[in-house]
C-alpha cells in the first residue's frame, strides 16, 4: 500500500513544480506542461515523473535546456511524504481515516508548493496558503464532530486555533518591530496555518526546530562565505521541516528531550 502512495506523491509532485512557477506567472494550472525556455508543449512519455528525468538526460528533448534538478528532488520528496503520511494516517480499512489521509495529503501539497515558492521568490504565495488554512480549519472541526472532550482545550479546532493564535502574534511582533527585517510578515501568516496542523503544544516544538535548523544552517552557509550576519534567508522552508518532523516524531523527540533532564 505504501508503494502506491510513494507513486501517488511521485505524480502530485510533478504538478506542485508546475503550480509553483504558473501561480507566479498568474498561469492557468489546467494547461499542458511546456519547457519554459522554447514552449513547446511536453510530450506525455516525457513528463514521467523521476523516469523522464534520468532518460532525458536532464536536458529538454526540442530545445536542449537543460531541467532544473527543483523537478526530480520535489516529485521525490513529495512521494516520501505522501509515503509516511500514508503509513501515519491510513487505514484501509477504516473508512474515517481515508478523509483524515486526504486532507494531510492536501495540506502538504500546499507546504511543499509553499517550501519551494519561498526559496525560489523570498515569498509566501497567498493563493496557496489561505485555502489550505480553509481547508485546515474545516478538518480540525471534523476531527472535532460527535466527540466528547474531558477539558475543552483538548478539542483539535481549540487547540489549532489556540496554537495559530500564539504563533502568529509572536512572529508578527517580530515581523512588526524589525520592519520586517528579522522576520517577513509572510511567515506571520505562514504559521497560522502550522498552528491549525499541529495545535497546542505540538507547535512549540515545530517553531524551535525550524529555528535551531535555521540557525545550524545560517551558521555553515557564514562559515563557508556564501552568506553574512546581514544576509536574509527564506525562513518558510525551516517551518516546514519543522511542521513534518513535528507530525512524525512528536513523541520520540519529547521523549528523548526530558530524557535528558
Known amino acids: 500500500m505504501m508503494i502506491i502512495f510513494f507513486i501517488f506523491g511521485l505524480i502530485i509532485g510533478s504538478f506542485l513544480n508546475v503550480v509553483v512557477y504558473r501561480v507566479r506567472s498568474a498561469e492557468t494550472i489546467l494547461g499542458r506542461s511546456h519547457c519554459r525556455k522554447c514552449k513547446k508543449t511536453i510530450r506525455w512519455y516525457d513528463n514521467i515523473p523521476l523516469l523522464s528525468f534520468i532518460l532525458l538526460k536532464f536536458k529538454c528533448r526540442e530545445c536542449g535546456e537543460k531541467i532544473s534538478w527543483q523537478y526530480p528532488l520535489v516529485e521525490f520528496l513529495t512521494g516520501v511524504l505522501f509515503m509516511l503520511l500514508a503509513g501515519q494516517y491510513f487505514v484501509?480499512?477504516?473508512a474515517s481515516t481515508w478523509f483524515v489521509?486526504?486532507?494531510m495529503l492536501f495540506l502538504t501539497g500546499a507546504l511543499v508548493v509553499i517550501f519551494v515558492y519561498d526559496v525560489l521568490?523570498?515569498?509566501i504565495p497567498n493563493l496557496v496558503l489561505w485555502?489550505?488554512?480553509l481547508l485546515a480549519l474545516a478538518f480540525n472541526f471534523f476531527l472535532d464532530w460527535g466527540q466528547k472532550f474531558p477539558t475543552f482545550w483538548e478539542s483539535m479546532s481549540v487547540s489549532g486555533l489556540l496554537a495559530a493564535g500564539v504563533a502568529f502574534?509572536?512572529?508578527f511582533s517580530l515581523s512588526?518591530?524589525?520592519h520586517e527585517k528579522w522576520?517577513?510578515?509572510g511567515d506571520a501568516y505562514l504559521v497560522v496555518l502550522l498552528g491549525l496542523i499541529l495545535g497546542w503544544p505540538k507547535i512549540l516544538l515545530g517553531l524551535f526546530l525550524a529555528f535551531a535548523i535555521g540557525a545550524v544552517y545560517g551558521i555553515i552557509l557564514i562559515a563557508l562565505g556564501k552568506k553574512k550576519m546581514q544576509s536574509q534567508l527564506p525562513f518558510a522552508p525551516f517551518l516546514i521541516i519543522g511542521t513534518f518532523l513535528t507530525i512524525f516524531y512528536y513523541a520520540p523527540i519529547v521523549e528523548w528531550y526530558f530524557g535528558l533532564l
Open 92 to 94: 484501509l480499512e477504516n
Open 101 to 103: 489521509t486526504g486532507a
Open 121 to 123: 521568490y523570498m515569498e
Open 131 to 133: 485555502p489550505a488554512v
Open 169 to 171: 502574534l509572536f512572529f
Open 176 to 178: 512588526f518591530f524589525s
Open 183 to 185: 522576520m517577513g510578515m
